[in-house]
T-cell receptor
Framework: DAMVIQNPRYQVTQFGKPVTLSCSQT?????MYWYQQKSSQAPKLLFH???????NEADTPDNFQSRRPNTSFCFLDIRSPGLGDAAMYLC???????????????FGSGTRLTVV | GEDVEQSLFLSVREGDSSVINCTYT??????LYWYKQEPGAGLQLLTY?????DMKQDQRLTVLLNKKDKHLSLRIADTQTGDSAIYFC?????????????FGSGTRLSIRP
């Protein structure tokens, strides 16, 4: 089945040690998103790629970076994780047509990051 | 600007109907969505509605859209224990936000026997 896959499901990292979370998709969607979700809160968009164009949210800390080497993969790099970065990280994909219609906004199962 | 608001909690008895409400601020919103999130999982798209529709029904789910009041609701008929989750209302952004959707804070639905 076509889907959005996030690895790993759970990630433990040390305070200040760089960590990378990965997302892959078989939907061939042109837009990929990274969200941060803390307990009992709405997902907060960090950034998204529209094809190869990177779009950062204004309030996303510099500590968070992203890479999209090809259509199928997108990575979230946290350069120096702090205790406040412990959260669920959700990847999502969608297709946006030239008319601006957004289709098939699909989420992965998330990676729960613990910082020790 | 775009903003989506929901009440935080709803408790219903098993077998009753659940109605989760949402208000949004952008009267030109084109698409509105309902997502379900079970504990420790990602968000699952339940249903969506175009702004030119008033109602959409899909099995136990009914979405009602009142464009005049900018009010969206999700009704779950015959609520089951498996319906326990957080339900997020969302709207499609526009302009510089056109490639993303804006989420409400989520309503936690709990089912009592």
């Amino acid at each position: 089945d076509a889907m959005v896959i996030q690895n790993p499901r759970y990630q433990v990292t040390q305070f200040g040690k760089p960590v990378t979370l990965s997302c892959s998709q078989t939907l061939n969607h042109n837009v990929m998103y990274w969200y941060q979700q803390k307990s009992s809160q709405a997902p907060k968009l960090l950034f998204h790629y529209y094809d190869k164009d990177f779009n950062n949210e204004a309030d996303t800390p510099d500590n968070f970076q992203s890479r999209r080497p090809n259509t199928s993969f997108c990575f979230l790099d946290i350069r120096s994780p702090g205790l406040g970065d412990a959260a669920m990280y959700l990847c999502a994909t969608s297709t946006q047509s030239s008319a601006g219609i957004l289709y098939g906004y699909t989420f992965g199962s998330g990676t729960r990051l613990t910082v020790v | 600007g775009e903003d989506v608001e929901q009440s935080l909690f709803l408790s219903v008895r098993e077998g009753d109907s659940s109605v989760i409400n949402c208000t949004y601020t952008d009267s030109s919103s084109t698409y509105l969505y309902w997502y379900k999130q079970e504990p420790g999982a990602g968000l699952q798209l339940l249903t969506y509605i175009f702004s030119n529709m008033d109602m959409k029904q899909d099995q136990r789910l009914t979405v009602l859209l009142n464009k005049k009041d900018k009010h969206l609701s999700l009704r779950i008929a015959d609520t089951q224990t498996g319906d326990s989750a957080i339900y997020f209302c969302a709207e499609k952004g526009k302009g510089s936000s056109a490639s993303k959707i804006i989420f409400g804070s989520g309503t936690r639905l709990s089912i009592r026997p």
